[in-house]
């Protein structure tokens, strides 16, 4: 691991208990992403696709292995720590979304500062007019969900995961709810944040004309990083 | 997350599903209300009592027939009452009365209506500071001679005559024997303790023979003794207990007979009132209770229904304690809101039972005590936080994945 090094898995397990039968989610997965990197992730169902992800993304900590992000030890946090580092250095955007629906574009962006330390009303408003603007929707300021396309709120989403700087931007299946056109257009907007501000990105998707788009295929099968051909 | 954050946030959530809401804070605003309402009402009811109590006469001692301590109680009779007219032995007592009586049909030219009719002594007017609008009042005269003449309250000329004055000299029945008006007393007004008022007097002697024959050997129901003052009151009720353990033969603490001074009575109606109000309090606070259930059970269903939104919360970094503080505000939002409506409405209620009550004669103040405000605020904040405690935490302990994963 070197300081170019963002995400640092190694050995990574899961085994999730459903009653008696102990399911092995992953078994003994490395991975390596660099700083700035473009990164598709891809598998089919059940090969521990998802699982990876909630490790990367720190929503859920490993059985067993390590796993570094952005220099920090995350496979033993407890569930503040997590959330922490979550706010700090993850950046989320879902497929479905995910925006609060009752609040305007601005109040959703400035969910994640909201939880973090050290921001003053004022420079948190700032900051997320800055990511708006940057997703093309500075007019669009106090619109509500419902009121704006599937694209524009998944801008939204994409503005809401820059705010904070992260140090990865995880994308799960981003354009899975959108038409092709805009699905383009998203994944346009995506590709042009890392280029013009070298956001790493990690994209989880099954749809190879997307993973295409990306540097680097990280193909999971059966929990661990399936050989390259 | 700053506080004013989570409260915008809150309302915001409340207003969203402003039906439910509403309902929700309905239960609350009805508890509350219930128990400002019963508090404000017991208060008032407490204060009304014992101020008439009060109105009696600080002075006045009430006698009557113990059967508590002792196997054969002697009934207190009217050479009883005589006996504590006594400058030697009782020098506190200032004047002495005593009464029979009980309900009786009073009528006159086809209007009637059941009365306590008091078979009195001349002193008893006195005693019981009861003022002459018109007339004259019972005299050892007429005692003497069994007259049948009588004292109306001003209700009861009222009732029968239509009207409070120039009635003297007329003739009423009682329990079907005619009596000679002699006087009307000024109305007290208000009252419906014992009040004066809904009585008619007549001298003592003539009740015990021709009202209420079956005290016709010279028994009374109470004696009345008016002390000197009120700092003599205590002396005057040694002096009293004296004497009449003389004469009926009683050990000390073996009495068959009981001295109320009106302090007493004040003590015991408003260890009474206040054990009735407590008990009110108590039942309106059951259905607080219920409003607060009412809250735990709508904040369940709004944990279940958000379960996307609170892991999308957590996804952005909220801690297990921004989470529960989310729910916890909205939760002791909606009883601090319900609350605060049911302390104006329960305020409202008191008003309107105590303009009912003295419409009907029964003067009643509602009463709602800066404690009773305070109460029902403190309380409804705490049946907020404590119901909204379980689903909150219930939110808060959500898994981030399990959370994102849900429809």
Redesign the interface.
């Known amino acids: 691991m070197n300081n170019t090094t963002v995400v640092a898995a190694k050995n990574l397990t899961k085994v999730y208990k459903m009653g008696e039968m102990e399911v092995h989610a992953l078994r003994g997965l490395n991975a390596e992403i660099q700083r700035g990197e473009v990164v598709s992730i891809m598998g089919p169902s059940g090969s521990g696709k998802s699982t990876l992800m ?1 490790m990367l ?1 720190c ?2 900590r490993p059985t067993s292995g390590e796993y570094y992000l952005d220099g920090e030890s995350v496979a033993d946090m407890d ?2 720590q997590l ?2 580092i ?3 250095k993850v950046g ?1 955007v ?1 497929q479905g979304f ?1 925006l ?1 629906p ?2 305007t574009a601005i109040t959703n962006v400035e ?2 500062l ?3 330390n050290a921001n003053n009303g004022r420079s948190r408003r700032e900051a997320a007019i800055e990511a708006l603007n940057s997703v093309g929707l500075g007019d669009r300021l106090d619109h509500r969900p419902n009121e704006l396309s599937g694209g524009q709120q998944q801008r939204v989403a994409i503005a ?1 995961a820059l705010v904070n700087n992260p140090s990865i931007i995880m994308a799960d299946e981003p354009t899975g709810n959108l038409d092709s056109k805009s699905g383009e257009e998203i994944m346009d907007l995506l590709l042009n944040l890392n280029k013009e501000r070298g956001t790493t990105l990690i994209i989880v998707t099954h749809d190879p004309e997307i993973a295409e788009l990306t540097q680097r295929v990280i193909n999971i099968r059966d929990g661990v990083v399936e050989a390259k051909l | 997350m700053k506080f004013t954050q989570s409260f915008i946030e809150a309302l915001e959530s409340l207003m969203a599903n402003k039906m439910r809401s509403s309902l929700t804070m309905l239960g609350i605003i009805i508890g509350v209300a219930a128990v400002i309402a019963m508090l404000a009402l017991g208060t008032g009811a407490q204060d009304s009592i014992i101020g008439e109590i009060e109105g009696i006469g600080t002075n006045l001692l009430f006698i009557r027939t113990d059967t508590e301590n002792v196997l054969n109680p002697k009934p207190l009779m009217l050479t009883d009452a005589e006996s504590l007219d006594d400058p030697l032995n009782a020098p506190d007592v200032k004047a002495v009365a005593a009464s029979v009586g009980g309900a009786a049909e009073v009528s006159f030219s086809g209007e009637s209506s059941v009365v306590t009719v008091l078979g009195v002594t001349p002193d008893y007017s006195t005693v019981q500071n009861m003022v002459i609008a018109e007339g004259e009042v019972i005299t050892d005269i007429h005692l003497a001679g069994q007259a049948s003449v009588a004292i109306l309250g001003a209700n009861v000329a009222e009732d029968l005559f239509g009207r409070t004055h120039g009635v003297i000299g007329e003739s009423v029945r009682i329990s079907g024997q005619p009596f000679r008006v002699i006087g009307v007393l000024v109305s007290e007004g208000g009252t419906d303790f014992g009040s004066a008022d809904d009585q008619v007097l007549v001298p003592l002697t003539t009740a015990q023979v021709r009202i209420h024959p079956q005290d016709t050997r010279g028994e009374v129901d109470t004696i009345y003794v008016s002390a000197a003052s009120s700092e003599t009151v205590q002396d005057a009720i040694t002096q009293v207990s004296s004497i009449l353990r003389d004469r009926h033969n009683n050990e000390i603490g073996a009495e068959d007979f009981s001295i109320m001074s009106q302090q007493s009575m004040v003590d015991m109606m408003s260890s009474i009132t206040g054990i009735l109000t407590i008990f009110l309090g108590g039942v309106a606070g059951i259905s607080l209770l219920v409003g607060g259930i009412g809250i735990m059970n709508i904040m369940l269903v709004s944990v279940v229904e958000r379960t996307r939104e609170i892991g999308l919360r957590k996804a952005m970094g909220a801690r297990r304690m921004d989470i529960l503080s989310q729910f916890l505000v909205e939760s002791s939002l909606l009883s601090v809101i319900g609350g605060g409506l049911g302390i104006v409405f329960g305020w409202v209620i008191s008003a309107v039972v105590g303009q009912i009550a003295t419409a009907s004669d029964f003067a009643l103040n509602p009463v709602i005590g800066l404690d009773a405000v305070l109460m029902a605020t403190l309380f409804s904040g705490a049946v907020g936080i404590f119901f909204g405690l379980y689903p909150a935490n219930r939110a808060a302990s959500l898994e981030p994945v399990e959370a994102l994963r849900t429809d």
């Open positions: 909630n993304g929503l859920d569930d503040d959330a922490d979550r706010n700090r989320f879902f995910n609060l009752r609040s969910l994640p909201r939880y973090g809401r």
